[in-house]
Protein backbone atom coordinates (compact mmCIF):
# COMPACT_ATOMS: atom_id res chain seq x y z
CA UNK A 1 0.00 0.00 0.00
CA UNK A 2 2.90 2.08 -0.65
CA UNK A 3 4.26 3.88 2.30
CA UNK A 4 1.57 4.74 4.88
CA UNK A 5 -0.94 2.04 5.62
CA UNK A 6 -4.24 2.20 5.26
CA UNK A 7 -7.23 0.14 5.14
CA UNK A 8 -10.70 0.33 4.15
CA UNK A 9 -13.87 -1.47 5.45
CA UNK A 10 -16.23 -1.08 2.81
CA UNK A 11 -20.21 -2.87 2.69
CA UNK A 12 -21.94 -2.11 -0.55
CA UNK A 13 -26.33 -1.87 -0.48
CA UNK A 14 -28.83 -0.60 -1.44
CA UNK A 15 -26.79 1.41 -4.11
CA UNK A 16 -24.33 3.32 -1.29
CA UNK A 17 -21.38 2.18 0.41
CA UNK A 18 -20.90 2.15 4.21
CA UNK A 19 -17.81 1.24 6.37
CA UNK A 20 -14.50 3.37 6.98
CA UNK A 21 -10.89 4.34 5.63
CA UNK A 22 -8.70 4.06 8.66
CA UNK A 23 -5.06 5.72 8.51
CA UNK A 24 -2.19 4.85 10.90
CA UNK A 25 -3.93 7.95 13.09
CA UNK A 26 -7.63 7.23 13.38
CA UNK A 27 -10.49 5.94 11.61
CA UNK A 28 -12.78 8.38 9.25
CA UNK A 29 -16.52 6.77 8.90
CA UNK A 30 -17.90 6.91 5.45
CA UNK A 31 -20.76 9.66 5.66
CA UNK A 32 -21.70 9.56 1.86
CA UNK A 33 -21.34 7.95 -1.13
CA UNK A 34 -21.86 7.81 -4.72
CA UNK A 35 -21.77 4.96 -7.13
CA UNK A 36 -21.40 5.78 -10.76
CA UNK A 37 -21.22 2.77 -13.25
CA UNK A 38 -17.38 1.29 -12.08
CA UNK A 39 -16.71 4.46 -10.32
CA UNK A 40 -17.45 5.49 -6.62
CA UNK A 41 -16.82 8.38 -4.23
CA UNK A 42 -16.73 8.17 -0.35
CA UNK A 43 -16.61 10.78 1.69
CA UNK A 44 -15.08 10.74 4.99
CA UNK A 45 -15.16 12.86 8.06
CA UNK A 46 -11.67 13.07 9.74
CA UNK A 47 -9.86 15.11 12.22
CA UNK A 48 -7.00 17.04 11.67
CA UNK A 49 -5.20 19.15 15.26
CA UNK A 50 -8.54 18.66 16.91
CA UNK A 51 -10.89 19.87 14.09
CA UNK A 52 -13.05 17.71 12.17
CA UNK A 53 -13.35 17.90 8.30
CA UNK A 54 -14.32 15.98 5.04
CA UNK A 55 -12.44 14.89 2.72
CA UNK A 56 -14.03 12.66 -0.49
CA UNK A 57 -11.70 9.28 -1.66
CA UNK A 58 -12.28 8.23 -5.27
CA UNK A 59 -12.08 4.75 -6.68
CA UNK A 60 -13.28 2.76 -9.62
CA UNK A 61 -13.27 -1.31 -9.97
CA UNK A 62 -11.19 -2.21 -13.09
CA UNK A 63 -11.94 -6.11 -13.46
CA UNK A 64 -10.74 -7.97 -11.03
CA UNK A 65 -8.65 -4.73 -8.99
CA UNK A 66 -10.28 -2.02 -7.20
CA UNK A 67 -8.23 1.37 -7.21
CA UNK A 68 -8.83 3.78 -4.32
CA UNK A 69 -7.22 7.54 -3.79
CA UNK A 70 -7.37 8.01 -0.81
CA UNK A 71 -8.86 11.24 1.24
CA UNK A 72 -6.20 12.80 4.09
CA UNK A 73 -7.13 15.61 6.12
CA UNK A 74 -5.86 18.96 5.45
CA UNK A 75 -3.55 20.45 7.55
CA UNK A 76 -3.78 24.01 9.49
CA UNK A 77 -1.01 26.52 7.97
CA UNK A 78 2.20 26.06 8.23
CA UNK A 79 2.53 22.35 9.65
CA UNK A 80 3.40 21.29 6.15
CA UNK A 81 1.37 18.97 3.70
CA UNK A 82 1.51 21.04 -0.01
CA UNK A 83 -2.11 22.62 0.51
CA UNK A 84 -3.35 20.03 2.45
CA UNK A 85 -2.98 17.19 -0.45
CA UNK A 86 -2.40 13.84 0.41
CA UNK A 87 1.31 13.58 1.87
CA UNK A 88 4.44 13.43 -0.50
CA UNK A 89 5.04 9.98 0.45
CA UNK A 90 1.81 8.68 -1.43
CA UNK A 91 1.44 9.47 -5.00
CA UNK A 92 -1.31 8.06 -6.69
CA UNK A 93 -3.99 5.63 -6.11
CA UNK A 94 -3.60 2.43 -4.29
CA UNK A 95 -4.74 -0.90 -6.58
CA UNK A 96 -5.87 -4.06 -5.29
CA UNK A 97 -6.27 -7.22 -6.80
CA UNK A 98 -8.62 -9.60 -5.78
CA UNK A 99 -6.89 -13.01 -4.55
CA UNK A 100 -3.54 -11.50 -4.59
CA UNK A 101 -2.55 -9.96 -1.10
CA UNK A 102 0.71 -7.86 -1.29
CA UNK A 103 4.11 -9.84 0.53
CA UNK A 104 4.94 -7.75 3.32
CA UNK A 105 6.33 -7.01 6.64
CA UNK A 106 3.71 -5.43 7.91
CA UNK A 107 1.81 -6.43 11.03
CA UNK A 108 -0.94 -7.85 11.12
CA UNK A 109 -4.18 -5.29 11.34
CA UNK A 110 -5.13 -4.76 14.70
CA UNK A 111 -8.55 -4.52 16.47
CA UNK A 112 -8.14 -1.33 18.81
CA UNK A 113 -11.24 -1.74 20.45
CA UNK A 114 -10.00 -5.13 21.98
CA UNK A 115 -6.58 -3.43 22.66
CA UNK A 116 -5.66 -3.88 26.48
CA UNK A 117 -4.96 -0.55 27.81
CA UNK A 118 -1.53 0.26 29.19
CA UNK A 119 -0.88 2.45 32.47
CA UNK A 120 0.87 5.48 32.27
CA UNK A 121 3.32 7.51 34.82
CA UNK A 122 2.28 9.82 36.61
CA UNK A 123 4.03 13.30 35.51
CA UNK A 124 7.41 14.35 36.64
CA UNK A 125 10.65 15.63 35.15
CA UNK A 126 13.34 13.35 33.70
CA UNK A 127 16.97 15.20 34.24
CA UNK A 128 18.31 16.45 31.09
CA UNK A 129 20.43 12.78 29.23
CA UNK A 130 23.33 15.00 28.56
CA UNK A 131 23.07 14.66 24.98
CA UNK A 132 22.30 17.06 21.53
CA UNK A 133 24.17 20.48 23.09
CA UNK A 134 24.19 21.99 19.57
CA UNK A 135 21.23 20.16 17.06
CA UNK A 136 21.99 16.86 16.20
CA UNK A 137 23.49 16.14 12.85
CA UNK A 138 23.35 13.01 10.41
CA UNK A 139 21.23 11.16 7.66
CA UNK A 140 17.67 9.59 7.76
CA UNK A 141 16.45 6.68 5.48
CA UNK A 142 12.47 8.27 4.70
CA UNK A 143 12.66 11.01 2.63
CA UNK A 144 15.09 9.22 0.17
CA UNK A 145 14.15 5.10 0.85
CA UNK A 146 10.76 5.51 2.41
CA UNK A 147 10.46 1.94 4.15
CA UNK A 148 12.21 0.35 1.09
CA UNK A 149 15.78 0.19 3.01
CA UNK A 150 18.03 -2.87 3.92
CA UNK A 151 20.90 -3.24 5.74
CA UNK A 152 23.24 -3.20 2.48
CA UNK A 153 22.36 0.42 1.78
CA UNK A 154 22.70 1.62 5.36
CA UNK A 155 26.31 0.60 5.41
CA UNK A 156 26.81 2.09 2.02
CA UNK A 157 25.50 5.68 3.41
CA UNK A 158 27.73 4.92 6.73
CA UNK A 159 30.72 4.18 4.09
CA UNK A 160 29.46 7.67 2.12
CA UNK A 161 29.25 9.78 4.72
CA UNK A 162 32.74 8.79 6.58
CA UNK A 163 34.67 8.94 2.63
CA UNK A 164 33.16 11.77 1.54
CA UNK A 165 33.82 14.30 4.16
CA UNK A 166 30.12 14.98 5.97
CA UNK A 167 31.38 13.08 9.00
CA UNK A 168 34.05 15.45 9.11
CA UNK A 169 31.88 18.38 9.33
CA UNK A 170 29.91 17.06 11.81
CA UNK A 171 27.25 14.67 10.36
CA UNK A 172 27.12 11.57 12.89
CA UNK A 173 24.04 9.76 13.00
CA UNK A 174 22.70 7.60 10.29
CA UNK A 175 19.17 6.57 11.36
CA UNK A 176 17.00 3.89 10.24
CA UNK A 177 13.54 5.05 9.84
CA UNK A 178 10.07 3.02 9.21
CA UNK A 179 10.35 -0.31 7.78
CA UNK A 180 13.02 -2.34 9.62
CA UNK A 181 10.44 -3.85 11.83
CA UNK A 182 9.85 -7.86 11.97
CA UNK A 183 7.91 -9.48 14.94
CA UNK A 184 8.20 -9.95 18.57
CA UNK A 185 9.55 -13.30 19.62
CA UNK A 186 8.22 -15.48 22.26
CA UNK A 187 9.93 -13.56 24.96
CA UNK A 188 8.43 -10.11 23.64
CA UNK A 189 12.03 -8.97 22.06
CA UNK A 190 11.37 -7.15 19.07
CA UNK A 191 13.13 -8.75 15.98
CA UNK A 192 14.29 -6.83 12.92
CA UNK A 193 12.82 -7.82 9.70
CA UNK A 194 14.76 -10.00 6.90
CA UNK A 195 15.92 -6.62 5.41
CA UNK A 196 18.40 -6.58 8.37
CA UNK A 197 19.62 -9.83 9.43
CA UNK A 198 21.77 -8.28 12.63
CA UNK A 199 21.52 -5.32 14.47
CA UNK A 200 24.15 -5.82 16.72
CA UNK A 201 26.54 -6.19 13.68
CA UNK A 202 24.91 -3.34 11.40
CA UNK A 203 25.41 -1.28 14.62
CA UNK A 204 29.40 -2.26 15.34
CA UNK A 205 29.83 -1.33 11.63
CA UNK A 206 28.93 2.29 11.61
CA UNK A 207 30.43 2.43 14.79
CA UNK A 208 33.74 1.00 13.14
CA UNK A 209 33.29 4.24 10.95
CA UNK A 210 33.03 6.55 13.74
CA UNK A 211 29.65 7.60 13.22
CA UNK A 212 26.53 6.52 15.32
CA UNK A 213 23.43 4.42 14.53
CA UNK A 214 19.51 5.24 14.95
CA UNK A 215 16.13 3.71 15.23
CA UNK A 216 12.43 4.60 14.47
CA UNK A 217 9.36 3.30 16.48
CA UNK A 218 5.67 4.10 17.66
CA UNK A 219 4.38 4.70 21.35
CA UNK A 220 1.28 3.24 19.62
CA UNK A 221 0.76 -0.31 18.80
CA UNK A 222 1.59 0.39 14.74
CA UNK A 223 3.86 2.77 13.16
CA UNK A 224 2.69 4.96 10.63
CA UNK A 225 3.21 2.58 8.11
CA UNK A 226 1.79 -0.43 9.84
CA UNK A 227 4.90 -2.23 11.32
CA UNK A 228 5.18 -3.48 14.68
CA UNK A 229 5.13 -0.41 17.32
CA UNK A 230 6.67 0.21 20.99
CA UNK A 231 3.26 0.31 23.04
CA UNK A 232 3.33 -2.05 26.39
CA UNK A 233 6.65 -2.98 25.42
CA UNK A 234 8.63 0.35 25.55
CA UNK A 235 11.18 -1.15 28.66
CA UNK A 236 11.96 -4.07 26.66
CA UNK A 237 12.42 -2.07 23.43
CA UNK A 238 14.57 0.53 24.81
CA UNK A 239 16.38 -2.29 26.56
CA UNK A 240 16.68 -4.42 23.09
CA UNK A 241 17.74 -1.19 21.08
CA UNK A 242 20.69 -0.35 24.05
CA UNK A 243 21.94 -4.33 23.59
CA UNK A 244 22.22 -3.75 20.21
CA UNK A 245 24.24 -0.21 20.53
CA UNK A 246 21.81 1.98 19.31
CA UNK A 247 22.25 6.15 19.45
CA UNK A 248 18.99 7.90 18.62
CA UNK A 249 15.25 6.80 19.05
CA UNK A 250 12.91 8.75 16.48
CA UNK A 251 9.19 8.22 18.31
CA UNK A 252 6.63 8.68 16.08
CA UNK A 253 3.03 9.22 17.31
CA UNK A 254 0.85 7.40 14.68
CA UNK A 255 -1.25 4.78 16.15
CA UNK A 256 -1.06 6.03 19.35
CA UNK A 257 -3.80 8.47 18.25
CA UNK A 258 -6.25 5.77 18.22
CA UNK A 259 -5.53 4.52 21.75
CA UNK A 260 -4.34 7.91 24.15
CA UNK A 261 -5.92 11.73 23.27
CA UNK A 262 -3.47 15.15 22.92
CA UNK A 263 -3.82 15.50 26.29
CA UNK A 264 -2.17 12.11 27.73
CA UNK A 265 1.08 12.54 25.15
CA UNK A 266 3.01 13.79 27.63
CA UNK A 267 2.95 10.35 29.78
CA UNK A 268 2.79 8.52 27.15
CA UNK A 269 6.51 9.70 25.71
CA UNK A 270 7.52 9.83 29.25
CA UNK A 271 7.20 6.00 29.21
CA UNK A 272 9.58 5.96 26.41
CA UNK A 273 11.95 8.70 28.23
CA UNK A 274 12.37 6.46 31.60
CA UNK A 275 12.73 3.32 29.48
CA UNK A 276 15.75 4.85 27.50
CA UNK A 277 16.84 6.58 30.62
CA UNK A 278 16.46 2.79 32.72
CA UNK A 279 18.42 1.03 29.18
CA UNK A 280 21.92 2.51 30.82
CA UNK A 281 22.83 3.41 27.26
CA UNK A 282 22.86 7.72 26.35
CA UNK A 283 20.40 7.50 23.48
CA UNK A 284 19.25 10.78 21.49
CA UNK A 285 15.21 11.36 21.87
CA UNK A 286 13.70 12.11 19.04
CA UNK A 287 9.93 13.37 19.64
CA UNK A 288 7.79 13.34 16.06
CA UNK A 289 4.00 14.15 16.80
CA UNK A 290 3.76 17.02 14.26
CA UNK A 291 4.01 19.64 16.96
CA UNK A 292 0.57 19.09 18.73
CA UNK A 293 -0.20 19.31 22.68
CA UNK A 294 1.62 22.34 23.19
CA UNK A 295 5.58 19.81 22.73
CA UNK A 296 7.45 22.62 23.86
CA UNK A 297 6.47 22.96 27.64
CA UNK A 298 6.88 19.49 28.01
CA UNK A 299 9.68 17.77 25.38
CA UNK A 300 12.33 18.37 27.77
CA UNK A 301 10.85 17.77 30.67
CA UNK A 302 10.17 13.77 29.20
CA UNK A 303 13.57 13.41 28.19
CA UNK A 304 13.41 14.67 24.53
CA UNK A 305 16.34 15.80 22.88
CA UNK A 306 14.34 16.98 19.98
CA UNK A 307 10.67 17.49 18.52
CA UNK A 308 8.77 17.32 15.63
CA UNK A 309 7.01 21.17 14.80
CA UNK A 310 5.22 20.19 11.69
CA UNK A 311 3.65 17.16 9.57
CA UNK A 312 5.87 15.61 6.61
CA UNK A 313 7.90 17.70 4.75
CA UNK A 314 8.44 17.31 1.02
CA UNK A 315 10.73 17.93 -2.02
CA UNK A 316 8.93 20.98 -3.38
CA UNK A 317 9.61 24.48 -2.49
CA UNK A 318 6.20 24.90 -1.17
CA UNK A 319 6.10 22.14 0.93
CA UNK A 320 9.38 23.65 2.52
CA UNK A 321 9.24 27.35 2.81
CA UNK A 322 5.58 26.35 4.04
CA UNK A 323 7.16 24.76 7.04
CA UNK A 324 10.63 26.97 6.89
CA UNK A 325 8.92 30.13 7.16
CA UNK A 326 6.33 29.20 9.89
CA UNK A 327 8.69 28.39 12.74
CA UNK A 328 9.26 31.98 14.27
CA UNK A 329 6.76 30.87 17.28
CA UNK A 330 8.96 28.04 18.02
CA UNK A 331 12.52 29.89 18.79
CA UNK A 332 11.90 30.59 22.48
CA UNK A 333 11.60 26.54 22.51
CA UNK A 334 15.08 25.67 21.35
CA UNK A 335 17.99 25.71 23.87
CA UNK A 336 21.20 23.36 24.30
CA UNK A 337 19.84 19.78 24.82
CA UNK A 338 16.49 20.39 23.26
CA UNK A 339 15.96 21.28 20.21
CA UNK A 340 12.65 22.79 17.63
CA UNK A 341 12.65 19.93 14.40
CA UNK A 342 10.49 21.36 11.00
CA UNK A 343 11.33 18.00 9.56
CA UNK A 344 14.33 16.36 7.45
CA UNK A 345 16.38 17.92 4.93
CA UNK A 346 15.32 17.49 1.15
CA UNK A 347 18.28 18.74 0.11
CA UNK A 348 19.39 16.64 -2.72
CA UNK A 349 16.51 14.90 -3.55
CA UNK A 350 15.90 16.37 -7.10
CA UNK A 351 12.74 18.39 -6.79
CA UNK A 352 13.99 22.01 -5.82
CA UNK A 353 16.77 23.92 -7.75
CA UNK A 354 20.08 24.63 -6.40
CA UNK A 355 18.85 28.30 -5.06
CA UNK A 356 15.77 26.35 -3.44
CA UNK A 357 18.20 24.04 -1.42
CA UNK A 358 20.47 26.71 -0.44
CA UNK A 359 17.34 28.64 1.40
CA UNK A 360 16.03 25.24 2.43
CA UNK A 361 19.33 24.40 4.33
CA UNK A 362 20.60 27.81 5.35
CA UNK A 363 16.42 27.85 7.33
CA UNK A 364 16.78 24.71 8.55
CA UNK A 365 20.78 25.98 9.95
CA UNK A 366 19.45 29.23 11.28
CA UNK A 367 16.20 27.47 13.07
CA UNK A 368 18.77 25.32 14.80
CA UNK A 369 17.30 22.82 13.59
CA UNK A 370 18.76 19.05 13.76
CA UNK A 371 20.54 18.65 10.30
CA UNK A 372 19.70 15.40 8.81
CA UNK A 373 19.99 14.93 5.28
CA UNK A 374 17.84 12.43 3.44
CA UNK A 375 19.08 11.93 0.45
CA UNK A 376 21.39 9.32 -1.40
CA UNK A 377 24.42 10.04 -0.02
CA UNK A 378 26.19 7.73 -2.30
CA UNK A 379 25.49 9.33 -5.57
CA UNK A 380 25.65 13.02 -4.48
CA UNK A 381 26.58 15.66 -7.33
CA UNK A 382 28.88 18.30 -6.27
CA UNK A 383 26.38 20.85 -6.26
CA UNK A 384 24.40 18.64 -3.01
CA UNK A 385 27.82 18.27 -1.41
CA UNK A 386 28.65 21.96 -1.18
CA UNK A 387 25.13 22.80 0.10
CA UNK A 388 25.13 20.22 2.93
CA UNK A 389 29.12 20.48 4.11
CA UNK A 390 29.17 23.97 4.19
CA UNK A 391 31.25 24.47 6.94
CA UNK A 392 30.41 28.58 8.04
CA UNK A 393 26.67 27.91 7.23
CA UNK A 394 27.20 24.22 9.63
CA UNK A 395 28.81 26.65 12.63
CA UNK A 396 25.96 29.20 12.21
CA UNK A 397 23.42 25.77 13.29
CA UNK A 398 25.81 24.50 15.98
CA UNK A 399 26.59 27.72 17.59
CA UNK A 400 26.68 26.80 21.15
CA UNK A 401 24.22 29.85 22.09
CA UNK A 402 21.56 27.39 20.87
CA UNK A 403 19.68 30.44 19.96
CA UNK A 404 16.74 29.69 17.17
CA UNK A 405 16.42 32.43 14.61
CA UNK A 406 13.41 35.06 14.11
CA UNK A 407 11.80 36.84 11.77
CA UNK A 408 12.78 39.95 11.78
CA UNK A 409 11.13 41.56 8.61
CA UNK A 410 8.93 40.68 6.09
CA UNK A 411 7.54 42.66 3.05
CA UNK A 412 5.98 40.90 0.53
CA UNK A 413 7.82 38.01 -0.48
CA UNK A 414 11.32 39.22 1.20
CA UNK A 415 12.34 38.41 4.62
CA UNK A 416 14.87 38.64 7.07
CA UNK A 417 15.67 36.42 9.65
CA UNK A 418 18.06 36.58 12.52
CA UNK A 419 19.89 34.11 14.91
CA UNK A 420 21.81 35.13 17.81
CA UNK A 421 25.05 33.59 17.99
CA UNK A 422 27.59 33.71 20.38
CA UNK A 423 30.39 36.75 21.48
CA UNK A 424 27.65 39.01 20.63
CA UNK A 425 27.18 38.33 17.17
CA UNK A 426 24.65 37.54 14.24
CA UNK A 427 23.58 35.39 11.36
CA UNK A 428 21.29 37.05 9.25
CA UNK A 429 19.30 35.61 6.11
CA UNK A 430 17.85 38.06 3.58
CA UNK A 431 15.20 35.67 1.46
CA UNK A 432 13.86 36.28 -1.58
CA UNK A 433 10.47 33.90 -1.63
CA UNK A 434 9.11 35.68 -4.84
CA UNK A 435 10.33 34.71 -8.64
CA UNK A 436 12.29 37.96 -9.93
CA UNK A 437 15.34 39.32 -7.82
CA UNK A 438 14.97 41.32 -5.61
CA UNK A 439 17.27 43.76 -3.40
CA UNK A 440 17.08 42.92 0.50
CA UNK A 441 18.18 45.27 3.33
CA UNK A 442 18.68 45.41 6.72
CA UNK A 443 19.56 48.13 9.42
CA UNK A 444 22.10 47.79 12.07
CA UNK A 445 20.12 49.66 14.04
CA UNK A 446 17.47 46.74 13.89
CA UNK A 447 20.07 44.62 15.71
CA UNK A 448 20.52 47.08 18.41
CA UNK A 449 24.14 48.12 16.91
CA UNK A 450 25.46 51.53 16.92
CA UNK A 451 28.40 51.09 14.64
CA UNK A 452 29.55 49.27 11.10
CA UNK A 453 30.18 45.53 12.01
CA UNK A 454 32.40 43.34 10.22
CA UNK A 455 30.07 41.47 7.53
CA UNK A 456 30.94 37.74 6.26
CA UNK A 457 28.64 36.09 3.64
CA UNK A 458 28.67 32.79 4.34
CA UNK A 459 27.92 31.14 1.06
CA UNK A 460 30.57 33.20 -0.81
CA UNK A 461 32.59 32.50 1.98
CA UNK A 462 33.94 36.70 1.67
CA UNK A 463 34.20 39.45 3.76
CA UNK A 464 31.99 42.19 2.85
CA UNK A 465 32.08 45.80 2.71
CA UNK A 466 29.01 47.61 4.30
CA UNK A 467 27.69 50.87 5.01
CA UNK A 468 27.39 52.91 8.17
CA UNK A 469 23.35 52.60 8.97
CA UNK A 470 23.15 49.09 7.23
CA UNK A 471 23.40 46.39 4.18
CA UNK A 472 21.40 45.84 1.42
CA UNK A 473 21.96 42.48 -1.05
CA UNK A 474 20.69 41.75 -4.37
CA UNK A 475 18.70 38.41 -3.96
CA UNK A 476 18.15 36.17 -6.83
CA UNK A 477 14.69 34.39 -6.93
CA UNK A 478 14.08 31.73 -4.58
CA UNK A 479 17.32 32.36 -2.88
CA UNK A 480 19.27 33.80 0.06
CA UNK A 481 22.31 36.14 1.23
CA UNK A 482 23.18 34.44 5.34
CA UNK A 483 25.78 36.98 6.06
CA UNK A 484 27.62 36.57 10.18
CA UNK A 485 27.61 40.26 11.35
CA UNK A 486 30.14 40.87 14.42
CA UNK A 487 30.95 43.97 16.21
C1 LIG B 1 5.52 9.75 9.71
C2 LIG B 1 6.71 10.64 10.02
C3 LIG B 1 7.73 10.48 8.90
C4 LIG B 1 8.16 9.02 8.78
C5 LIG B 1 6.93 8.13 8.58
C6 LIG B 1 7.28 6.65 8.69
O1 LIG B 1 4.84 10.15 8.56
O2 LIG B 1 6.32 11.96 10.16
O3 LIG B 1 8.86 11.30 9.15
O4 LIG B 1 8.84 8.65 9.96
O5 LIG B 1 5.93 8.39 9.55
O6 LIG B 1 6.19 5.81 8.50
Known amino acids: MGDLEIVYELKVEDGKITGSQKLPFGDAPIVASKIDGDRFELTVELESFGDM ?30 SGGPPAIFSGPMVFHRGKPTPSNRAPSLDY ?17 GLAATPPMGWNSWNKFHTDIDDKTVREIADAMASFGMRDVGYQ ?8 E ?11 NSNFPNMKALADYVH ?58 QAVYQRMGEALRASGRPIVFALCQYGRARVGDWGPKVGANSWRT ?43 STSEYRTHFTLWAILAAPLIAGNDLRNMPAKTKAILTNKEVIAVNQDKLGRAAESLSKNGDVEVWVKSLDAGAYAVALFNRGSAPAPVSLRWASLEMTAAPKVR ?6 ELRSDEDGFTANVPAHDVVLIRVSP
Open 53 to 82: QKATAKGKIVGDTLEITPAFPKPPEGTGGP
Open 113 to 129: NSLEKIALPALREIPSN
Open 173 to 180: YIIIDDGW
Open 182 to 192: GRRDDSGRLQP
Open 208 to 265: SKGLKLGIYSSPGPRTCGGFVGSYGHEEIDAKTWASWGIDYLKYDWCSASRVWNDDQM
Open 310 to 352: TLDISDTWQSMTSIGFSQSNWAPFAAPGHWNDPDMLEVGNGGM
Open 457 to 462: DLWEHA
